[in-house]
């Protein structure tokens, strides 16, 4: 074996090899050599060697893996002091400045991570030995490491649990003080597990994931997603339909209700529904009619979209229901909102599956809503518009629609006060004829104080009562 260096000064013994072991003895240090680590040496001039002798030498730690190290970040913040540090086959030898140093063993799941066997990995400065017995069973080590780019060179802690290492977090980073403000490993977050700042379409912010919560930071603020609410939260790093946080969740809502916003929608939550989304236009309709504290309540499902082209109309759109009502939504006719007594009788015209013009008539249907609910109607009555017609409801009479030409033929009459007043039934099909008995030859509507018949030679006509 040859080695010249400034730190072993001159061999004085032969080189010597035994079961694949080869060592040589210098002024100031040993030289090992094995075939799977090559020739390495440590130097009683170093504070690492006066460690490794001191405790045993070879027969405690084997030989090394790579020469000693000298580490100091000096841009950590705070920053680290001077340490030399060396890897031997049993563990790595730590000595700061002015300390007495510590070891690290090479049975650490953390430690064989991090800086494994014939490996120096350069830039792993070693900060403190490992502390167990933590939440869980679980190991801790202090070190400087490479977060993301908002934290390249940080003080990180990285935990294992039993022989899985889960992750690492900067110290001083608010991610690192808000999961330390909800307990830590202890409470409900649970330890870290994976970082990144490289969030698509959300500049500036990050995404820790912990074990039971996920923690989302901005320079100096943070939002937390955690519970149910982390069903429309990405898994792992990714990002969630909605988006990143911009609130913690806020409870105490009626109903025992929490609500939190995200990037691009709110997601609501009550015991009996589960959390829920709404987004788009769907959530600024029910927004501006109160949220969950007026008429539709909370939603009970996602919003579903579709797309439809019957009989060469394109009714594409959405829908979403809520507790107490629907929301609908299209391109032209934006989002309305249906609730109550008018959407049970909407609902039994088939919402807008079907077409006015089809020739079965169950499969008749108003379409989409063109106007909210409107209870300005004589006596407290209330209406509300639909593309193919309309919904009039009265405590009295209940809520029928009227459409096609009725509706026409309503709305010139000047609707519910007029003299007709409020429908009573729905449009009925009328039989005419008698070679064809069973044919729908037409249709009739009746009204509190009169009817309206369509015939299809005569249109329709008005009788009163």
Request: proline letters at 5%; charged letters at 15%; a positive charge.
């Amino acid at each position: 074996m040859f080695w010249s260096a400034a730190n072993y000064g001159q061999a004085t013994a032969p080189e010597a090899c035994s079961s694949g072991l080869c060592t040589q003895e210098f002024e100031y240090g040993t030289v090992y050599w094995k075939a799977n680590l090559g020739a390495h040496g440590v130097s009683r001039k170093t504070t690492v060697g006066t460690k490794y002798f001191a405790d045993g030498g070879y027969a405690k730690y084997g030989m090394p893996d790579w020469e000693m190290a000298e580490y100091q970040w000096i841009d950590s913040d705070p920053k680290t002091p001077l340490s030399n540090q060396q890897g031997f086959e049993k563990a790595i030898i730590v000595v700061p400045n002015g300390t007495a140093g510590f070891t690290l063993s090479r049975t650490q799941p953390i430690v064989r991570a991090l800086q494994p066997l014939g490996n120096s990995y350069w830039g792993v400065q070693w900060l403190s030995p490992v502390k167990c017995g933590l939440a869980q069973g679980a190991c801790t080590v202090q070190h400087v490491g490479y977060m993301n780019s908002v934290w390249p060179n940080a003080l990180v802690q990285t935990y294992s649990v039993g022989s899985t290492v889960l992750g690492t977090i900067a110290t001083g980073s608010p991610e690192w003080a808000r999961w330390r403000t909800l307990g830590g490993e202890s409470g409900l977050p649970g330890y870290p597990l994976r970082s990144t700042c490289q969030l698509p379409d959300t500049p500036g912010k990050c995404k820790t994931t912990f074990q039971r919560v996920n923690i989302y930071s901005a320079e100096k603020s943070t939002a937390v997603v955690k519970g149910a609410m982390l069903r429309w939260d990405g898994e792992g790093l990714n990002l969630g339909e909605y988006g990143a946080p911009l609130t913690d969740e806020r409870c105490g809502l009626s109903q025992g209700g929490c609500r939190q916003e995200f990037a691009r929608g709110t997601v609501m939550w009550t015991p009996k529904t589960g959390a829920q989304p709404v987004a788009g236009g769907i959530r600024s309709r029910w927004k501006a009619l109160g949220a969950e504290s007026a008429h539709l309540g909370y939603p009970t499902a996602h919003e579903q979209c579709f797309g439809l082209i019957f009989n060469n109309v394109d009714k594409s759109g959405c829908y979403q229901r809520f507790q107490y009502g629907m929301i609908w939504w299209s391109k032209t006719t934006g989002a309305r909102a249906v609730w109550g007594s008018i959407m049970g009788t909407y609902q039994r015209s088939n919402f807008v599956w079907g077409d006015y013009n089809s020739s079965a008539y169950f499969g008749k249907s108003l379409g989409y809503p063109t106007s909210d609910e409107n209870c300005s109607g004589p006596g407290g009555g209330c209406y509300q518009l639909f593309q193919n017609g309309m919904i009039w409801w009265s405590k009295t009479t209940g809520a029928q629609r009227v459409m096609g030409g009725d509706a026409r033929v309503y709305q010139s009459l000047n609707w519910a006060w007029g003299r007709l007043g409020y429908p009573t039934t729905e449009e009925q099909p009328l039989l005419m004829g008698r070679t064809y008995p069973n044919n729908v030859w037409g249709s009739r509507q009746f009204f509190q104080r009169g009817y309206l018949t369509w015939h299809p030679r005569y249109g329709v006509t008005v009788t009163y009562r």
